[in-house]
């Protein structure tokens, strides 16, 4: 199907088989990239993890308690998301807006509750390289390895929300940036589900 | 965007949203259970994949986009993903491995 011709240089353009635009279409390959790099970190751990007998279980009740309060913000998050792509879609600036800075702030909190668990952690001689229970070194370089890499993930996603909230208020961008930095949110919730029961559940004592 | 059906609105979100949270509750209920390490590894995979599938069909939208769309992303990261399970255990043969004196 032809969609139009934009210039003398250039043909007809067809319309994409996936029936979405392209800038969705990059975060989308992103996000499979995204999940084989997460994917290979996880299997790598999975396999360190099955080949040492005596794996540390060091997240006491307080970690898991604070893994939880983590998982329901970052849950939480994706909802005020959706909603400020609900809201943008609608035409709704201010509503979207909001929506998007309240998934800015959640994003935020978990990263806050995310850095507490870190320096507990450290503070308790945990690192990459030291493990203070005497066991294998790798629980710590597969914690913070892991864990650090969503972390990043997540400062990002919530700088890129707040530059499209910013950019969507001005009107210098739609709904669908809106939508397609969204995705990537999600995407971002999405390997959480795997970390927090994989690194900390199975970890717990 | 052509989306192939109707759109949730936010409650249909947040009915999802209480589901991933009932998910979240029976991982850490099982976990306090004390099941065997391979048992509730199992078992949180499971559920943690269960809610991987709601979050890319409704919170990722791809239920509500072409089916084509699905069949380029799900099978083409599964496949990675598989390669990568039959790829890693070479590690462990590498560790016994010897170099010819």
């Known amino acids: 199907m032809v969609m139009g011709t934009p210039g003398a240089h250039h043909g007809p353009i067809e319309a994409s088989p996936l029936g979405i635009q392209s800038k969705k279409l990059a975060m989308w390959l992103f996000i499979m990239a995204d999940a084989a790099t997460f994917g290979a970190i996880l299997f790598a751990y999975g396999y360190v993890r099955v080949a040492a007998p005596d794996w540390p279980h060091p997240f006491e009740m307080s970690s898991i308690v604070n893994g939880v309060i983590m998982t329901v913000v970052l849950l939480t998050s994706s909802l005020t998301m959706l909603g400020g792509v609900l809201a943008a879609q609608a035409q709704k600036t201010s509503t979207a807006m909001r929506w998007m800075w309240a998934t800015v702030l959640l994003g935020i909190l978990f990263a806050g509750l995310h850095l507490k668990e870190w320096f507990g952690m450290i503070g308790a001689g945990w690192s990459p390289s030291h493990n203070p229970l005497g066991g294998p070194v790798n629980f710590g370089a597969a914690f913070f390895g892991i864990t650090g890499m969503h972390l990043l993930h997540v400062i990002s996603g919530a700088i890129a929300i707040g530059v499209v909230a910013l950019m969507f208020g001005r009107g210098r961008l739609n709904a669908a940036h809106v939508e397609t930095v969204g995705l990537y949110w999600h995407f971002v919730d999405l390997v959480w589900m795997f970390v927090f029961p994989l690194v900390y559940l199975l970890n717990a004592r | ?101």
């Not at chain 2, 009915?15 to 009932?22: E, Q, T, V």
């Not at chain 2, 976990?31 to 709601?54: F, V």
């Not at chain 2, 992303?73 to 598989?82: I, K, Q, R």
């Open chain 2, 1 to 101: 965007m052509t989306p192939t059906a109707h759109e949730p609105g936010l409650r249909t979100y947040v009915g999802i949203w209480i589901a991933l949270l009932a998910i979240v509750a029976i991982e850490v209920a099982l976990t306090l259970a004390h099941w065997p390490t391979t048992k509730l590894l199992a078992a949180l995979l499971a559920l943690a994949m269960t809610e991987a599938a709601i979050a890319l069909l409704y919170f990722m939208h791809l239920r509500y986009e072409r089916r084509i769309l699905f069949w380029c992303v799900v099978p083409t990261v599964g496949f990675a993903l598989l390669l990568m399970d039959h790829i890693w255990p070479d590690a462990f043969r590498a560790l016994h491995m010897r170099l010819l004196p």
